[in-house]
T-cell receptor, first 112, second 115 residues
Framework: DVKVTQSSRYLVKRTGEKVFLECVQDMDHENMFWYRQDPGLGLRLIYFSYDVKMKEKGDIPEGYSVSREKKERFSLILESASTNQTSMYLC???????????FGDGTRLSIL | AQKITQTQPGMFVQEKEAVTLDCTYDTSDPSYGLFWYKQPSSGEMIFLIYQGSYDQQNATEGRYSLNFQKARKSANLVISASQLGDSAMYFCALQIMEYGNKLVFGAGTILRVKS
Protein backbone atom coordinates (compact mmCIF):
# COMPACT_ATOMS: atom_id res chain seq x y z
CA ASP A 1 0.00 0.00 0.00
CA VAL A 2 1.05 3.54 -0.71
CA LYS A 3 2.00 5.42 2.41
CA VAL A 4 2.00 9.21 2.55
CA THR A 5 3.17 10.47 5.90
CA GLN A 6 2.73 13.99 7.21
CA SER A 7 4.95 14.93 10.09
CA SER A 8 2.26 16.27 12.43
CA ARG A 9 -1.49 15.74 12.86
CA TYR A 10 -1.91 18.92 14.91
CA LEU A 11 0.28 22.00 15.05
CA VAL A 12 -0.09 25.33 16.82
CA LYS A 13 2.11 28.28 15.87
CA ARG A 14 2.17 32.03 16.37
CA THR A 15 1.74 34.76 13.78
CA GLY A 16 4.98 35.72 12.11
CA GLU A 17 6.65 32.36 12.70
CA LYS A 18 8.18 30.36 9.86
CA VAL A 19 6.36 27.04 9.69
CA PHE A 20 7.47 23.83 8.00
CA LEU A 21 5.08 21.04 7.08
CA GLU A 22 6.76 17.86 5.95
CA CYS A 23 5.43 15.12 3.72
CA VAL A 24 7.08 11.82 2.77
CA GLN A 25 5.83 9.14 0.38
CA ASP A 26 7.26 5.66 0.04
CA MET A 27 6.16 4.64 -3.48
CA ASP A 28 8.61 6.49 -5.69
CA HIS A 29 5.83 8.68 -7.08
CA GLU A 30 6.77 11.45 -9.49
CA ASN A 31 4.05 13.89 -8.51
CA MET A 32 3.42 15.45 -5.12
CA PHE A 33 0.86 18.03 -4.04
CA TRP A 34 -0.04 20.32 -1.17
CA TYR A 35 -3.67 21.30 -0.56
CA ARG A 36 -5.46 23.22 2.10
CA GLN A 37 -9.00 22.31 3.08
CA ASP A 38 -11.49 24.82 4.44
CA PRO A 39 -15.21 24.30 5.16
CA GLY A 40 -17.38 25.02 2.15
CA LEU A 41 -14.38 25.41 -0.16
CA GLY A 42 -13.22 21.85 -0.60
CA LEU A 43 -9.54 21.27 -1.24
CA ARG A 44 -7.54 23.98 -2.94
CA LEU A 45 -4.16 23.35 -4.50
CA ILE A 46 -1.30 25.38 -3.09
CA TYR A 47 1.72 23.96 -4.93
CA PHE A 48 2.66 20.81 -6.74
CA SER A 49 5.81 19.17 -7.97
CA TYR A 50 6.29 16.73 -10.84
CA ASP A 51 9.99 16.07 -10.29
CA VAL A 52 12.81 16.67 -7.87
CA LYS A 53 13.61 20.38 -7.56
CA MET A 54 10.62 21.22 -9.78
CA LYS A 55 7.65 23.11 -8.42
CA GLU A 56 4.57 24.71 -9.86
CA LYS A 57 2.13 27.14 -8.32
CA GLY A 58 -1.37 25.94 -7.71
CA ASP A 59 -4.44 28.07 -7.22
CA ILE A 60 -3.52 29.72 -3.91
CA PRO A 61 0.29 29.94 -3.61
CA GLU A 62 0.45 33.33 -1.91
CA GLY A 63 2.15 33.17 1.48
CA TYR A 64 3.57 29.71 0.84
CA SER A 65 6.65 28.16 -0.66
CA VAL A 66 7.74 24.57 -1.19
CA SER A 67 10.87 22.49 -1.39
CA ARG A 68 11.52 19.16 -3.06
CA GLU A 69 15.15 18.20 -2.67
CA LYS A 70 14.47 14.46 -2.74
CA LYS A 71 11.86 12.53 -4.67
CA GLU A 72 10.13 11.16 -1.59
CA ARG A 73 9.89 14.41 0.35
CA PHE A 74 7.84 17.53 -0.34
CA SER A 75 7.87 20.33 2.20
CA LEU A 76 5.42 23.21 2.54
CA ILE A 77 6.74 26.40 4.10
CA LEU A 78 4.75 29.27 5.54
CA GLU A 79 7.26 32.07 5.37
CA SER A 80 5.53 34.29 7.97
CA ALA A 81 2.45 32.60 9.36
CA SER A 82 -0.78 34.55 9.55
CA THR A 83 -4.11 33.73 11.19
CA ASN A 84 -5.80 33.26 7.79
CA GLN A 85 -3.51 30.30 7.21
CA THR A 86 -5.22 28.37 9.97
CA SER A 87 -6.51 25.34 8.10
CA MET A 88 -6.22 21.64 7.41
CA TYR A 89 -3.27 20.88 5.14
CA LEU A 90 -3.21 17.74 3.04
CA CYS A 91 -0.29 16.28 1.14
CA UNK A 92 -0.78 13.85 -1.75
CA UNK A 93 1.30 11.91 -4.25
CA UNK A 94 0.57 10.09 -7.50
CA UNK A 95 2.56 8.13 -10.08
CA UNK A 96 1.10 9.90 -13.11
CA UNK A 97 -1.89 10.59 -15.31
CA UNK A 98 -5.14 8.69 -14.78
CA UNK A 99 -3.91 7.53 -11.41
CA UNK A 100 -5.52 8.49 -8.11
CA UNK A 101 -3.70 10.74 -5.72
CA UNK A 102 -2.90 9.15 -2.39
CA PHE A 103 -3.30 11.42 0.59
CA GLY A 104 -1.67 11.75 3.96
CA ASP A 105 -3.76 12.03 7.13
CA GLY A 106 -3.54 15.81 7.12
CA THR A 107 -2.12 18.43 9.47
CA ARG A 108 -4.53 20.65 11.32
CA LEU A 109 -2.60 23.91 11.69
CA SER A 110 -3.68 26.70 14.00
CA ILE A 111 -2.02 30.09 13.84
CA LEU A 112 -2.59 32.18 16.96
CA ALA B 1 -11.19 27.48 -16.54
CA GLN B 2 -11.79 24.15 -14.90
CA LYS B 3 -14.47 23.93 -12.26
CA ILE B 4 -16.29 21.31 -10.22
CA THR B 5 -19.71 21.94 -8.67
CA GLN B 6 -21.32 19.85 -5.96
CA THR B 7 -24.71 21.38 -5.31
CA GLN B 8 -25.70 19.28 -2.29
CA PRO B 9 -24.03 20.52 0.90
CA GLY B 10 -25.60 17.65 2.86
CA MET B 11 -27.61 14.51 2.23
CA PHE B 12 -29.44 11.96 4.36
CA VAL B 13 -30.13 8.39 3.33
CA GLN B 14 -31.72 5.47 5.08
CA GLU B 15 -29.50 2.48 5.72
CA LYS B 16 -29.64 -0.11 2.90
CA GLU B 17 -31.03 2.39 0.40
CA ALA B 18 -29.20 3.83 -2.59
CA VAL B 19 -28.10 7.45 -2.78
CA THR B 20 -26.84 9.67 -5.59
CA LEU B 21 -24.36 12.46 -4.97
CA ASP B 22 -24.32 15.08 -7.70
CA CYS B 23 -21.27 16.46 -9.47
CA THR B 24 -21.04 18.68 -12.52
CA TYR B 25 -17.86 19.90 -14.11
CA ASP B 26 -16.62 22.41 -16.58
CA THR B 27 -13.58 22.05 -18.79
CA SER B 28 -12.70 22.77 -22.39
CA ASP B 29 -10.05 20.05 -22.48
CA PRO B 30 -11.32 16.91 -24.32
CA SER B 31 -9.09 14.66 -22.22
CA TYR B 32 -9.80 14.62 -18.50
CA GLY B 33 -10.50 12.36 -15.58
CA LEU B 34 -13.02 12.44 -12.77
CA PHE B 35 -12.39 11.10 -9.29
CA TRP B 36 -14.50 10.61 -6.20
CA TYR B 37 -12.97 10.62 -2.73
CA LYS B 38 -14.45 9.87 0.67
CA GLN B 39 -13.33 11.70 3.79
CA PRO B 40 -14.54 10.23 7.10
CA SER B 41 -14.52 12.30 10.27
CA SER B 42 -11.01 11.03 10.99
CA GLY B 43 -9.80 13.17 8.09
CA GLU B 44 -8.06 10.82 5.68
CA MET B 45 -8.95 11.03 1.99
CA ILE B 46 -9.95 7.67 0.53
CA PHE B 47 -10.04 7.15 -3.23
CA LEU B 48 -13.32 5.55 -4.37
CA ILE B 49 -13.68 5.55 -8.15
CA TYR B 50 -12.28 6.98 -11.38
CA GLN B 51 -13.81 7.77 -14.79
CA GLY B 52 -11.81 8.82 -17.83
CA SER B 53 -13.37 11.11 -20.41
CA TYR B 54 -12.87 8.53 -23.15
CA ASP B 55 -14.15 5.57 -21.17
CA GLN B 56 -17.12 4.05 -22.92
CA GLN B 57 -18.68 2.48 -19.88
CA ASN B 58 -19.56 3.90 -16.49
CA ALA B 59 -17.05 3.00 -13.81
CA THR B 60 -18.04 0.67 -11.00
CA GLU B 61 -16.21 -0.36 -7.83
CA GLY B 62 -18.18 -2.62 -5.54
CA ARG B 63 -21.11 -0.60 -4.16
CA TYR B 64 -19.92 2.55 -5.91
CA SER B 65 -20.80 3.44 -9.46
CA LEU B 66 -20.30 6.58 -11.44
CA ASN B 67 -23.18 7.85 -13.59
CA PHE B 68 -21.16 9.62 -16.29
CA GLN B 69 -23.15 11.81 -18.67
CA LYS B 70 -20.57 13.50 -20.85
CA ALA B 71 -22.95 15.74 -22.80
CA ARG B 72 -24.36 17.11 -19.56
CA LYS B 73 -20.90 17.27 -17.98
CA SER B 74 -22.06 15.38 -14.95
CA ALA B 75 -20.38 12.59 -12.98
CA ASN B 76 -22.71 11.58 -10.19
CA LEU B 77 -21.67 9.02 -7.59
CA VAL B 78 -24.19 6.32 -6.79
CA ILE B 79 -23.78 4.38 -3.56
CA SER B 80 -25.95 1.28 -3.39
CA ALA B 81 -27.09 -0.43 -0.18
CA SER B 82 -25.88 2.37 2.10
CA GLN B 83 -24.14 1.43 5.31
CA LEU B 84 -23.60 3.42 8.48
CA GLY B 85 -19.90 3.53 7.67
CA ASP B 86 -20.67 5.46 4.50
CA SER B 87 -21.36 8.56 6.60
CA ALA B 88 -18.63 10.96 5.52
CA MET B 89 -17.77 13.91 3.33
CA TYR B 90 -17.58 13.08 -0.37
CA PHE B 91 -15.54 15.05 -2.88
CA CYS B 92 -15.70 15.04 -6.63
CA ALA B 93 -12.51 16.08 -8.43
CA LEU B 94 -11.54 16.90 -12.01
CA GLN B 95 -8.09 15.92 -13.25
CA ILE B 96 -6.30 18.24 -15.60
CA MET B 97 -4.41 16.29 -18.25
CA GLU B 98 -1.20 18.21 -18.22
CA TYR B 99 2.03 17.64 -16.37
CA GLY B 100 1.49 17.04 -12.73
CA ASN B 101 -2.11 15.83 -13.23
CA LYS B 102 -3.39 18.26 -10.65
CA LEU B 103 -6.95 17.91 -9.33
CA VAL B 104 -9.65 20.53 -8.98
CA PHE B 105 -12.03 19.66 -6.14
CA GLY B 106 -15.64 20.47 -5.48
CA ALA B 107 -16.81 21.84 -2.14
CA GLY B 108 -17.98 18.41 -1.03
CA THR B 109 -21.20 16.78 0.12
CA ILE B 110 -21.73 15.52 3.66
CA LEU B 111 -23.61 12.22 3.66
CA ARG B 112 -25.34 10.90 6.75
CA VAL B 113 -26.70 7.37 6.78
CA LYS B 114 -29.62 6.84 9.17
CA SER B 115 -30.32 3.51 10.88
Amino acid sequence: DVKVTQSSRYLVKRTGEKVFLECVQDMDHENMFWYRQDPGLGLRLIYFSYDVKMKEKGDIPEGYSVSREKKERFSLILESASTNQTSMYLCASSPGDNQPQHFGDGTRLSIL
Amino acid sequence: AQKITQTQPGMFVQEKEAVTLDCTYDTSDPSYGLFWYKQPSSGEMIFLIYQGSYDQQNATEGRYSLNFQKARKSANLVISASQLGDSAMYFCALQIMEYGNKLVFGAGTILRVKS
